[in-house]
């Protein structure tokens, strides 16, 4: 999956790509480890998602997706 901008500020773009129709949860967290938003989406074999992330305060996130039980994190700095 990629992501970008990174640094964003007013919103994320997450294009993910999967072999089949599968469901994601998609979370990002502070670096204490607390939910700042969460959801879940299924995604058909590629899509593009946009994340509005104005409305977090500015700093550095975890943005972490998990399919079939597999998780990726990756860091993403919030510029307000």
Sequence with gaps: WNLY????????NLNVFSAENQAFVISIENLLGQT??????TIETSDKIQIPV??????QYLIRITANGIS???KVVILQ
């Design 54 to 59: 104005q409305n977090l305060p500015a700093g």
């Design 5 to 12: 901008p990174n640094p964003a500020k007013s919103e994320l």
């Design 36 to 41: 700042m938003l969460q959801f879940e989406t």
């Design 72 to 74: 990726e994190t990756r």
